[in-house]
């Protein structure tokens, strides 16, 4: 069984700047600042954030069945502000995932904003049907949110010194 979910949220930021940080690894950087409650660490176990970097995610105690996986960067699309993240190891894959994808979209929407597009899509054996209650978009939500909030922190940094 193949799904998909999706999250939206509209910004008063410049596609570009939230490109800064979603298309690069600063992004793996700040989830365990920003998010330690989604996130414990993230590790670069390969790459230099384009196509074919991999990283581990560690996640905090407490998440049943879940202590870590690998992803790997199978899209990363500059022009287009589109990321895509594949599990290739580890224990949502464990779990019964046949698949694991995450997609962040960064959509201009007019010069001083956008919208963050986060999508999970996933594919589930026919054995595993109650891990589609596991899916959820609330951790990116949460990420948009928080990256979003930290960007306009960040310019009003710069503006005021």
Do not use: C
Request: glycine share 8%.
């Amino acid at each position: 069984m193949k799904g998909s979910r999706s999250h939206e949220l509209e910004t008063d930021i410049p596609a570009s700047q939230l490109w800064e940080v979603y298309g690069t690894l600063r992004a793996a950087e700040l989830l365990p600042e920003l998010l330690p409650h989604i996130l414990a660490k993230v590790e670069v176990v390969t790459g230099d954030g384009g196509v074919g970097t991999v990283l581990q995610l560690t996640f905090p105690p407490g998440i049943p069945g879940l202590q870590r996986y690998k992803e790997k960067f199978v899209r990363v699309d500059n022009k287009n502000y589109i990321k895509e993240a594949e599990a290739i190891d580890g224990d949502i894959l464990k779990l019964g995932f046949l698949s694991y994808l995450i997609r962040f979209e960064i959509i201009q929407k007019g010069p001083s904003s956008s919208v963050i597009r986060s999508t999970v899509e996933y594919e589930i054996g026919d054995g595993n049907p109650h891990l589609q209650a596991m899916v959820s978009t609330a951790s990116l939500a949460a990420t948009a949110e928080k990256f979003a909030e930290y960007i306009k922190e960040q310019k009003a940094a710069q503006t005021n010194t």
